[in-house]
């Protein structure tokens, strides 16, 4: 089960932290939730802070590679922070890891 927690909102960016599993109808509730609320809103940087997050399915990657494409679409950027074990793993295994994490942080350096 997905958990979302209070967005921090700070000028055009903000970040919201994951915890739990991205799966099923949680993607889908997570994408749409994000969509209507920040993609077309006046933040340019979306980061989902992904330090909590266990696991990733198929629907979750979908979800997180459609709004990164919608937000792209409107001018804005969209970030993991930190995604960890299976979920940085399942990423890099399909060649995205480097859409959502900026490259110092893939190196394993922070942000």
Same mark, same amino acid.
């Given at each position: 089960?997905?958990?979302?927690? +209070?967005?921090?909102?700070?000028?055009?960016?903000?970040?919201?932290?994951? =915890?739990?599993?991205?799966?099923?109808?949680?993607?889908?509730?997570?994408?749409?939730?994000?969509?209507?609320?920040?993609?077309?809103?006046?933040?340019?940087?979306?980061?989902?802070?992904?330090?909590?997050?266990?696991?990733?399915?198929?629907?979750?990657?979908?979800?997180?590679?459609?709004? =990164? +494409?919608?937000?792209?679409?409107?001018?804005?950027?969209?970030?993991?922070?930190?995604?960890?074990?299976?979920?940085?793993?399942?990423?890099?295994?399909?060649?995205?890891?480097?859409?959502?994490?900026?490259?110092?942080?893939?190196?394993?350096?922070?942000?």
């Amino acid at each position: 089960m997905l958990e979302v927690g +209070a967005p921090e909102r700070s000028g055009e960016s903000v970040s919201i932290p994951l =915890r739990g599993s991205l799966v099923g109808l949680d993607a889908a509730r997570l994408r749409n939730g994000l969509a209507k609320h920040y993609v077309d809103d006046g933040v340019a940087v979306i980061v989902l802070d992904a330090r909590g997050l266990a696991f990733v399915d198929e629907d979750g990657v979908g979800a997180l590679l459609r709004l =990164r +494409a919608e937000a792209t679409v409107k001018g804005k950027q969209l970030w993991l922070r930190d995604p960890r074990g299976q979920v940085r793993d399942k990423l890099a295994l399909i060649n995205v890891l480097g859409m959502f994490v900026p490259s110092d942080e893939e190196a394993g350096e922070e942000p």
